[in-house]
């Protein structure tokens, strides 16, 4: 079975630049989920989604990033502008509704901002 | 949610047990313990879940005392290929504001 599958794995891009991430969640996971992983800190959650629905979207910096799941399945994170500060691990994790503290996490896409 | 307080970091050497334990004194009657494991480089990945006593899988075993307030994760015979940031969590199956917190970055030496 196929894991989380994140794109692009590493980019880099200079401040004020748009970037965007995509994530292909494990199939048949209903919730998906993006973290924002700073060095030496455990992950932070941005936002979740209940199938194409944003349920908890508390945690993202909204003047900045946007996200979304068309069809419920695909994701895409968009930060635009990029700032220094956004340097981070942007990862993309998928669940059952049933199990939610087993998350299923992609490999990541690390975003340098210059 | 539970806070759970864990040691920063342990170093071992190739062949020994570690064992990792976690604090939760104010765990609820619904929460249940997980561990993840992450690699440098990767995300996180589950490693095991426990509710009380013990649980054994292939990569640990978990160790949870009858008033749940801690637990312990053992890696037997650890190899370096074990080095890596351990994290444990506390909460209700249907909990998804699970935090990750710092973790404990395990270190093995040869």
């Known amino acids: 079975e196929a894991g989380v599958v994140q794109s692009p794995r590493y980019k880099i891009i200079e401040k004020k630049q748009p970037v965007a991430f995509w994530c292909n969640p494990i199939?048949?996971?209903?919730?998906l989920y993006w973290y924002r992983q700073n060095l030496g800190q455990g992950p932070e959650l941005l936002i979740r989604?209940?199938?194409?629905?944003?349920?908890?979207d508390s945690q993202l910096p909204k003047d900045r990033f946007s996200a979304e799941r068309l069809k419920g399945v695909d994701s895409t994170l968009k930060i635009q502008p990029a700032e220094l500060g956004d340097s981070a691990v942007y990862l993309c994790a998928s669940s059952t509704r049933q199990n939610r503290n087993t998350i299923y996490f992609g490999e990541g896409s690390w975003l340098t901002v210059v | 949610l539970a806070k759970t307080t864990q040691p920063i970091s342990m170093d071992s050497y190739e062949g020994q047990e570690v064992n990792i334990t976690c604090s939760h004194n104010?765990?609820?009657?619904?929460?249940?313990i997980t561990w993840y494991q992450q690699f440098p480089s990767q995300g996180p990945r589950f490693i095991i879940q426990g509710y009380k006593t013990k649980v054994t899988n292939e990569v640990a075993s978990l160790f949870i005392p009858a008033d749940r307030k801690s637990s312990t994760l053992s890696l037997p015979r650890v190899s370096l290929s074990d080095t890596a940031v351990y994290y444990c969590?506390?909460?209700?199956?249907?909990?998804?504001?699970?935090?990750f917190g710092a973790g404990t970055t395990v270190t093995v030496r040869a």
């Open positions: 969590l506390v909460g209700e199956q249907n909990d998804y504001k699970l935090s």
């Open positions: 989604y209940e199938n194409e629905e944003a349920v908890d």
């Open positions: 199939s048949g996971h209903n919730t």
């Open positions: 104010n765990i609820a009657t619904n929460d249940y």
